[in-house]
């Protein structure tokens, strides 16, 4: 069974820096795509940015420049990181990953970012 556990979200203000991590159990994040994604408020999720098992990125276009997606090998985890944080960043981030033919999801780590 495919566990991914989300920390690190809380409240900063504008400009400021957080880095979220993601926890896998049940897979390998070095032979997956992980991938970061958010929510925010009244609004549907949407991709923040995915890392392949070749370590190619993709991001949205919101984010290129600010966040860096990255992973430990050793640690079967995931990273964001993000910089620059805007108002517009808030929402709950959810780490992602497809294996096997089934999405799994994990619960989230709301961000707040002030003005």
């Known amino acids: 069974q495919v566990q991914l556990v989300e920390s690190g979200g809380g409240l900063v203000q504008a400009g400021g820096s957080l880095r979220l991590s993601c926890v896998a159990s049940g897979t390998i994040v070095s032979i997956t795509t992980m991938g970061w994604y958010r929510q925010a408020p009244g609004k549907q999720r949407g991709l923040v940015a995915t890392?392949?098992?070749?370590?190619?990125?993709n991001y949205a276009d919101s984010v290129k420049g600010r966040f860096t997606i990255s992973r430990d090998n050793a640690k079967n985890t995931v990273y964001l990181e993000m910089n620059s944080l805007k108002p517009e960043d808030t929402a709950v981030y959810y780490c992602h990953t497809f294996v096997n033919g089934m999405h799994y999801w994990g619960k989230g780590t709301l961000v707040t970012v002030s003005s």
């Open positions: 890392i392949t098992s070749g370590r190619s990125t």
